[in-house]
């Protein structure tokens, strides 16, 4: 067996998921590293190679709950172990349910919801036997909030949300503890998709709202999710099995955007607040 703790993390070739192999491999893992993008899999194992650590890839797609399975006996059979789940995974297309077609519903569950749910097993299995593990399932407070241009996303995040809870009872007794991380806004390419039909680009629009949302007044970095991640993945943090924690600097519980307190409260919220294309929000003194 392998001496280092191994992290199978779909979803690694880009942003959230390529921050996560870096955060893991510099804590001391070794990485298997799952997407559908080869040259850029292997980009990121070049960039957060470190001495003494390895970082392998499988390209495929994890719709294919075929290509899944393999890929979890891949690891095993390269690593001799497997210490961390991180189902980071994601697929969705922008557009009302009005305009959802079956083929893309289903697409979205079977990468959202049901790859993950299967590499719990499939890596759970593989837990059982050293008797510890570590599932990490990365859902969205947008299963919760009703942003209306993703229906199948929506539903997708907030059933993997349901199966922590479902699969942190089943696995706990085995000594694998299986978490939630409900993440609100970060900073990755996934984040600048929003177009209208005429084809303008809303994103950075959106962005603004969201920042007039966030107290922080910003998106999150994926270096900071993936700090989150290891820090949950650490037996410090033994006592959590079922927790779902909402990471998005308070977005889901604030009801007044930030521009309008100001106006309400020049005094206490100040105007440089609210930012602009060129300027980035500041926050609240």
């Known amino acids: 067996m392998n001496d280092r703790p191994v992290a199978f993390i779909t979803g690694a070739s880009q942003g959230l998921g390529a921050a996560t192999a870096a955060g893991f491999i510099g804590n001391g893992?070794?990485?298997?590293?799952?997407?559908?993008?080869?040259?850029?899999?292997?980009?990121?194992?070049?960039?957060?190679?470190?001495?003494?650590?390895?970082?392998?890839?499988?390209?495929?797609?994890?719709g294919d709950l075929s290509f899944a399975q393999e890929a979890v006996e891949s690891c095993f059979e390269q690593f001799g172990r497997i210490d961390v789940l991180v189902n980071n995974a994601a697929w969705r297309n922008i557009g009302t349910m009005r305009q959802m077609e079956l083929e893309e519903w289903e697409k979205t569950l079977r990468i959202c919801l049901t790859a993950p749910a299967f590499l719990a097993k499939w890596c759970g299995e593989k837990m059982q036997a050293i008797g510890r593990g570590v599932i990490l399932n990365v859902f969205s407070i947008q299963s919760?909030?009703?942003?209306?241009?993703?229906?199948?996303?929506?539903?997708?995040?907030?059933?993997?949300?349901?199966?922590?809870?479902?699969?942190?009872?089943?696995f706990g007794p085995s000594g694998i503890r299986v978490l939630g991380l409900n993440l609100g806004a970060i900073a990755t390419e996934m984040s600048a998709h929003y177009v209208a039909e005429n084809g303008d680009n809303l994103s950075q629009h959106l962005r603004q709202f969201a920042e007039d949302m966030i107290p922080l007044r910003r998106f999150a970095e994926p270096e900071e999710m993936a700090r989150t991640m290891v820090m949950l993945a650490d037996e410090r943090a033994?006592?959590?099995?079922?927790a779902c924690l909402e990471i998005d600097g308070v977005w889901s519980h604030q009801a007044t955007p930030c521009s309008l307190k100001h106006r309400q409260f020049p005094q206490e919220f100040s105007r440089r607040c609210i930012g602009n294309d060129s300027q980035p929000a500041c926050r609240c003194r």
Not at 42 to 51: E, F, L, T, Y
Not at 147 to 167: M, Q, R
């Open 144 to 170: 919760k909030m009703a942003p209306v241009i993703c229906p199948a996303y929506v539903a997708a995040k907030g059933g993997l949300d349901a199966l922590t809870y479902e699969l942190a009872a089943l």
């Open 238 to 242: 033994n006592y959590m099995p079922g």
């Open 29 to 62: 893992y070794d990485c298997f590293l799952v997407a559908r993008n080869r040259q850029n899999l292997k980009a990121v194992a070049s960039r957060v190679a470190i001495d003494g650590a390895q970082a392998a890839v499988c390209a495929g797609d994890l």
